[in-house]
């Protein structure tokens, strides 16, 4: 008989398995696609950063294993300016989600966008960029005058 797992457990345990990207792809875009129809793209995104609400990190590189564990693709990234950041995400799981013309990866933005506001205390916006159907970049912008403490 197995032992039952409690929560941290069962997260370690599922972090560790395998992915059927099949079975991830389905629903990613066919089905969250199909429910969430011509809002898709924008209710996706502020589902990553809700998603990132209740799974804070505390710094990049425990976003970027996040990703990897979530199977989101392997997050780097590739230019640090005053006021933005800019990433690409890349993996099979990305690969593979690129062979669909329709495929959007604003809920990893979101997620980005969120966990970085978190870490930063800044307002941060993010938008994922699909580059000729061969790769994936994500841009953070934010404005060091605008706090999250300005928000509340």
Request: aromatic share 10%; glycine share 4%; net charge negative.
């Amino acid at each position: 008989m197995r032992k039952k797992l409690n929560r941290e457990e069962l997260n370690t345990e599922l972090a560790n398995a395998p992915v059927n990207l099949f079975g991830y792809e389905l629903v990613r875009t066919e089905l969250l696609t199909n429910l969430l129809g011509k809002d898709a793209e924008s209710i996706l995104y502020w589902a990553g950063k809700e998603l990132a609400r209740n799974h804070p990190l505390t710094s990049n590189e425990e976003v970027a294993r996040f990703f990897e564990q979530a199977s989101f693709g392997t997050l780097i990234c590739i230019k640090e300016k005053r006021s933005f950041h800019t990433y690409t995400l890349t993996g099979k799981i990305v690969d593979l989600r690129l062979t669909n013309k329709q495929a959007v990866f604003s809920l990893e933005a979101g997620f980005l966008a969120e966990q970085m506001q978190q870490i930063t205390g800044l307002y941060t916006e993010a938008f994922a960029e699909v580059i000729k159907n061969k790769e994936v970049v994500i841009t953070l912008k934010w404005d060091k005058k605008d706090t999250i403490d300005d928000l509340e």
